[in-house]
């Protein structure tokens, strides 16, 4: 009887674990029964959602609260620019979408024999060297705006809005001496440019790799050397702010190094990128007030598409674009656009930084998209 007993309290035990165990295992399995959607990590929660239209997106924010998280932190209200390549035989031209990594084609033999030399609004700036002809285009209305002949040499040229505003103004500008340049400018509707010689209180050498944005109504351009010009159009004047250049590491001034720097406005501010091949690009805001350069280790959510002629910022794109600088390089047979992320401090895809000196500048620009895609397909 004792040992018995024995056996049974030993027994015991073993059997409260076992019931245990199955309890605990009908909880689990009721659990994964009553998880609902909502349920899913925030992370593969956003993976899917940023794949969503801008209308989808709100629909699924109203569904519960981590939704709403998720769906407004990958939210798109804005289009990313398209890289649009210019060939080297032919009329065929190719748009690259990097948001959805597209690539589109389309015929434009109205382009044939010319140069790119400028993008904004969606107008592409383009002269024809064997004419002298300058002209504004649209890729995807095909409409045209002609400008009075004009020999622009490797010089930079840029406008400051769309051809069809009263306001637009086309900008270039060319060294005469060390101290002296020559500003010519021209509008849609004049029958011919205007040039004036400026003289210049620092040295600014005019180059092809100089950068031009327009901004708060100013022409800023950098030089080779990275001192500041700007222009005011309204007034007429010309002057190079007394601004040192960015300061970068000394292995940055390599092999072809004035290649590899863009510049770029987002919201009244001027932003220079600096690169190199063998180390990760450094980007300067202009402190204004100070006027002093300053690096930026984040660019809070905004993106930089930056190229050789005109470079873009967007903000409220893709979550996996945001606070990233994307390059006019696309990889892997036009799957993969290469871009460096500040958040994780290298390029994607894995060690994709080359020397720019590779690359033809008049070979590709950022464009903005059209907006009924339908049409363009």
């Not at 049974?8 to 009721?30: E, G, I």
């Not at 899917?48 to 699924?60: K, P, Q, V, Y």
């Not at 086309?170 to 029958?191: D, E, K, L, M, N």
């Not at 720097?261 to 009244?268: C, L, P």
Request: glycine share 4%.
């Amino acid at each position: 009887m004792v040992g018995r007993k024995r056996r049974k309290v030993k027994l015991l035990p073993a059997r409260v674990v076992d019931d245990k165990t199955t309890t605990t295992k009908k909880n689990k399995k009721v659990k994964l029964e009553t998880q609902t959607w909502s349920d899913l990590p925030i992370e593969l929660l956003e993976l899917i959602l940023c794949h969503l239209s801008l209308e989808d997106n709100i629909r699924s924010s109203v569904a519960c609260k981590r939704w709403n998280t998720a769906a407004i932190s990958v939210r798109v209200v804005n289009q990313s620019p398209w890289l649009m390549y210019f060939p080297k035989f032919g009329n065929m031209y190719e748009f690259y979408d990097p948001a959805q990594r597209k690539t589109y084609s389309l015929e434009l033999p109205e382009l044939y024999g010319s140069r790119v030399c400028y993008t904004r609004d969606g107008w592409l700036l383009l002269y024809r060297p064997a004419t002298n002809r300058v002209f504004f285009f649209d890729p995807f209305s095909q409409e045209v705006v002609k400008l009075p002949r004009f020999e622009l040499t490797y010089q930079i040229v840029a406008f400051s809005c769309a051809p069809t505003s009263n306001t637009c103004v086309v900008f270039t500008v060319r060294h005469v001496s060390p101290t002296i340049v020559a500003i010519s400018t021209c509008h849609p509707g004049a029958t011919e440019w205007v040039t004036v010689n400026y003289q210049n209180r620092l040295p600014f050498v005019s180059s092809i790799w100089n950068k031009i944005v327009f901004c708060n109504g100013f022409f800023y351009c950098l030089s080779l050397t990275g001192w500041l010009g700007v222009f005011d159009p309204m007034e007429r004047t010309w002057n190079v702010l007394a601004v040192p250049p960015p300061k970068c590491p000394e292995n940055f001034f390599a092999k072809n190094w004035w290649k590899g720097k863009f510049m770029s406005e987002h919201n009244g501010d001027i932003l220079v990128i600096y690169t190199c091949c063998s180390e990760n690009p450094i980007i300067f805001k202009l402190d204004q007030p100070k006027m002093v350069w300053r690096e930026m280790k984040t660019l809070d959510g905004m993106t930089l598409f930056a190229s050789f002629l005109s470079s873009h910022s967007r903000t409220d794109l893709p979550g996996m674009m945001r606070n990233s600088v994307y390059f006019s390089k696309v990889r892997f047979f036009g799957k993969r656009c290469i871009s460096y992320s500040l958040d994780d401090c290298r390029y994607y895809p894995c060690k994709q930084c080359y020397d720019w000196g590779e690359q033809d500048p008049f070979e590709n620009i950022w464009i903005e998209p059209p907006e009924d895609l339908s049409a363009f397909i």
